[in-house]
């Protein structure tokens, strides 16, 4: 089982990015969470969202500038990331959690340039 994130690249500061984050069917009750990990720097849980998408968690580092959505039908959880800013730059992943086991998607980068 494994996720797949995309969308990331390189942005100018105030710019915008969408992450999208392909979630396996069999992996519909699990909450999706977003990390990012910068150089040097140990990874961070930035967003999170419940199965239903009914609950959300943002970062206070994030917290009015990032969206955190989940379309099950197209099996699809998105960050919108608007206003960002240098210290936004990182590799950013998703991650599914859930009673049988934690399921992490490879990395997409995010540089913001100052």
């Known amino acids: 089982v494994q996720l797949q994130a995309c969308g990331g690249g390189l942005v100018q500061t105030g710019g915008s990015l969408r992450l999208s984050c392909a979630v396996p069917?069999?992996?519909?009750?699990?909450?999706i969470g977003w990390f990012r990990q910068a150089p040097g720097k140990e990874r961070e849980g930035i967003s999170c969202?419940?199965?239903?998408?009914?609950?959300?968690y943002y970062a206070d580092s994030v917290k009015g500038r990032f969206a955190i959505s989940r379309d099950n039908a197209k099996n699809t959880v998105s960050l919108q990331m608007n206003s960002l800013k240098p210290e936004d730059t990182a590799v950013y992943y998703c991650?599914?959690?859930?009673?049988?086991?934690?399921?992490w998607g490879q990395g997409t980068q995010v540089t913001v340039s100052s």
């Open positions: 069917s069999s992996l519909d009750y699990y909450a």
């Open positions: 991650r599914a959690s859930g009673a049988l086991g934690v399921y």
């Open positions: 969202i419940s199965s239903s998408g009914g609950t959300k």
